[in-house]
C-alpha cells in the first residue's frame, strides 16, 4: 500500500522544519481542548476545525507541556551548540517554575525540576533514574517532546544520530538575529566548562552522546519510554528521507515505514541502552507487538473502529500506547477517513487523533508533526487550503516565537 503527497518533488528542508514544528503546536493546542476524554466523536473536533477556520471562534488555545519543552530544548541547545545536560535541565525547570503549572506537566516531572534546582543541576540524570523504585518513568514525555529535537539533527547521518558521534553543529553566521534569547538567570555557557555538564571533570563530557536519550532520560529513564521517544525521533527521520528524495518524494509504504523504525531502532548503540538486558529486551519486543497491531489496523478494507483502535493501541500516557498510536493516526490519515471530510492531512489527523481520546494534546502533538512534515509548509500559505491553514495556527499560543525558532531552525539546516 503507498500513500503520496501530490507534489512529487523534494520537500525544502526548510518546509519540512516548518510542517513539523507547526503541526506539532497545533496537536498539542487544540489537543488539549480534549484531554483525558474516553473517546470523542469525530464531529465535536471537526466543529472546532470548521468553527476556527470560519472565524466564528478566534478565542486562544494554550499549549503544554509538550510544546514548551521542545521549544526548550531547541533553546538549550542553540544557546550551547551542543547538548549540555545540566543547561537543558535548567531551563527545564526554570520554565515549569515561571510558567509550567497551567500546562498539564505529568505527575512526577515537576519533582525531577524540583530535585535538580536544589542540587544546582549538577548530576542531573540522577534523580530521574530513581523514580518508581528505580525503574523510571515509563510515560510519553520523551517522545511528546523530541520531533523538534530530531530536526536538530537532521544534518546527522543514521550512524552519526545513533551513536552520537562527532556531533556538533556551529552556529549560523546570522544567529543572533534570528532569535534573540532573553534569559532568566542563566547564561549561555561554553561545552567543557566546570558548569558544562552534570559530571564535573568527566573526560567524556567533552564528548556528544546520544541525543535523544540523554534529553530523554533527564526525566524518564524506563526502556518503554526511552523507546518511545527514539521510534518518534527515527519517524521524523524517516519521513524526511521520503519527502526529500529528488525523485518519487512523497511514496511511502506504511509496513515498510514501520520495519525501518523497529530496525533503526535495535542499531541504536548508546551505554545507557542495554539491549542485551531483560528490560530493553522486553520493551523493544513490546513496540514490535504493537507495530504489528498497526499493520493489521491499516488494512484498508477493515477500516476499524475507534473502540477497536483503542482497545489494541491504547491511548494513554503511557509510551508504549501513545507512540504507536501517534504513529498509526498519522499513517491512518494519509487517507480518507469516513466522517471526516478534510482534505488537508495535518487537518484530518487532527481531528481523528483526537477522536481516538486519552492523552489527546501528546498523542495528536506527535502524529501532527509526521503529518505536518509529510506536507510541508511553506511561509506564504496562508489561505485556508493550505495543509495547515493561518486561522489554525493563529488560535495557538506564542504563535511568534515558535516562527522565530521554526525561521532560526530552518535557515540553520539549509546551510
Not at 515537576?110 to 543541576?121: C, T
Not at 522486553?282 to 489496523?297: G, V
Not at 500506547?321 to 478534510?342: Q, T
Request: charged share 20%; proline share 6%.
Amino acid at each position: 500500500m503507498i500513500q503520496s503527497i501530490k507534489k512529487c518533488t523534494a520537500m525544502d528542508v526548510r518546509n519540512f522544519v516548518r510542517g513539523v514544528i507547526s503541526g506539532g503546536l497545533m496537536g498539542d493546542c487544540y489537543g488539549y481542548v480534549y484531554e483525558d476524554r474516553p473517546v470523542v466523536k469525530f464531529d465535536v473536533p471537526l466543529k472546532l476545525v470548521t468553527d476556527t477556520l470560519s472565524g466564528a471562534d478566534r478565542s486562544q488555545l494554550i499549549y503544554t507541556d509538550d510544546t514548551q519543552m521542545g521549544l526548550a530544548t531547541l533553546r538549550s541547545l542553540r544557546c550551547t551548540n551542543e547538548l549540555v545536560p545540566s543547561h537543558l535541565a535548567r531551563e527545564y525547570a526554570e520554565d515549569y517554575f515561571k510558567d509550567g503549572s497551567h500546562r498539564y506537566y505529568g505527575g512526577t516531572v515537576p519533582s525531577v525540576f524540583r530535585e535538580n534546582a536544589r542540587n544546582n543541576y549538577e548530576n542531573p540524570f540522577s534523580y530521574a533514574a530513581t523514580l518508581f523504585k528505580g525503574s523510571g518513568s515509563y510515560g510519553n514525555g520523551g517522545a511528546m517532546r523530541v520531533s523538534p529535537l530530531a530536526l536538530y539533527g537532521l544534518k546527522l547521518s543514521e550512524i552519526e544520530f545513533d551513536t552520537g558521534t562527532t556531533f556538533r553543529i556551529l552556529p549560523a553566521s546570522s544567529d543572533r538575529l534570528l532569535f534573540p534569547i532573553h534569559r532568566r538567570n542563566s547564561t549561555c555557557i561554553t561545552p567543557g566548562s566546570p558548569n558544562a555538564s552534570g559530571h564535573v571533570g568527566k573526560a567524556a563530557d567533552d564528548k556528544i552522546k546520544k541525543l535523544v536519550i540523554d534529553v530523554t532520560r533527564l526525566t524518564h529513564t524506563h526502556p518503554l519510554a526511552v523507546c518511545g521517544a527514539l521510534l518518534q525521533a527515527h519517524a521524523v527521520r524517516l519521513v524526511w528521507s521520503i519527502v526529500s528524495k529528488s525523485v518519487g518524494a512523497g511514496q511511502l509504504f506504511p509496513s515498510q515505514f514501520l520495519d525501518q523504525l523497529l530496525t533503526r531502532l535495535r542499531a541504536v548503540h548508546h551505554e545507557f541502552v542495554k539491549w542485551n538486558d531483560p528490560k530493553w529486551e522486553d520493551a523493544i519486543a513490546s513496540y514490535r507487538q504493537k507495530f504489528e497491531s498497526i499493520k493489521s489496523l491499516l488494512v484498508p478494507s477493515l477500516n476499524p473502529p475507534v473502540d477497536k483502535v483503542v482497545e489494541s493501541l491504547g491511548h494513554d500516557l503511557k509510551a508504549i500506547n501513545s507512540v504507536p498510536l501517534s504513529i498509526f493516526a498519522f499513517l491512518r490519515s494519509l487517507r480518507p477517513i469516513e466522517g471526516i471530510p478534510l482534505q488537508s492531512i495535518p487537518l484530518r489527523c487532527l481531528v481523528y487523533t483526537i477522536g481516538l481520546g486519552g492523552d489527546t494534546d501528546s498523542n495528536a502533538c506527535m502524529a501532527c508533526s509526521l503529518a505536518g512534515g509529510y506536507v510541508g509548509l511553506e511561509p506564504w500559505q496562508t489561505c485556508t487550503d493550505s495543509p495547515i491553514p493561518h486561522g489554525i495556527l493563529a488560535r495557538c499560543e506564542r504563535l511568534s516565537v515558535v516562527n522565530e525558532m521554526i525561521d532560526w531552525l530552518g535557515s540553520r539546516l539549509a546551510e
